[in-house]
C-alpha cells in the first residue's frame, strides 16, 4: 500500500556529500517512523538512520556526525544528507516506512546506489 521512491543515488569522491530523497505515498506519511538502511555486497542490510514523527532521531555510530536524517511532512519526504562520505560508505541505500502503532507494516523502496571513490 505505501510505495517508497528514493533518488539522489551517485558517485562522489571521498569527503564529497551527497542528499538522498525518499517520497512517499499511499499512507498517512505522519503515523510512520522513516528510516535509511544500506547493504553492502555480501554483507547484510544494516541500519543508517531512523526519524519518528516528531522528529526525533536516532542513527548508526558508523555515520555519526557525517549522516543526518531529516523528514518534510508537507511533502511527504525524507531526506539523508551525507557528508564527509567514505569508500566504506559504498552501497544501495534503501528507504524505509514502518508504522509507528503497527509495526508488522513496514514497507521499502527499490534502492538507490551510491559509490564513493577513493
Known amino acids: 500500500q505505501v510505495q517508497l521512491v528514493e533518488s539522489g543515488g551517485g558517485l562522489v569522491q571521498a569527503g564529497g556529500s551527497l542528499r538522498l530523497s525518499c517520497a512517499a505515498s499511499?499512507?498517512?506519511?505522519?503515523?510512520?517512523?522513516m528510516g535509511w538502511y544500506r547493504q553492502a555486497p555480501g554483507k547484510q542490510r544494516e541500519l543508517v538512520a531512523t526519524?519518528?514523527?516528531?522528529?526525533?532521531?536516532d542513527c548508526a555510530d558508523s555515520v555519526k556526525g557525517r549522516f543526518t536524517i531529516s523528514r518534510d511532512n508537507a511533502k511527504n519526504t525524507v531526506y539523508l544528507q551525507m557528508n564527509s562520505l567514505k569508500p566504506e560508505d559504498t552501497a544501495v541505500y534503501y528507504c524505509?516506512?514502518?508504522?509507528?502503532?503497527?509495526?508488522?507494516?513496514?514497507?521499502w523502496g527499490q534502492g538507490t546506489q551510491v559509490t564513493v571513490s577513493s
Open positions: 526519524i519518528s514523527s516528531g522528529g526525533s532521531t
Open positions: 499511499g499512507g498517512i506519511f505522519r503515523l510512520y517512523v
Open positions: 524505509n516506512a514502518r508504522h509507528s502503532y503497527l509495526r508488522d507494516y513496514n514497507y
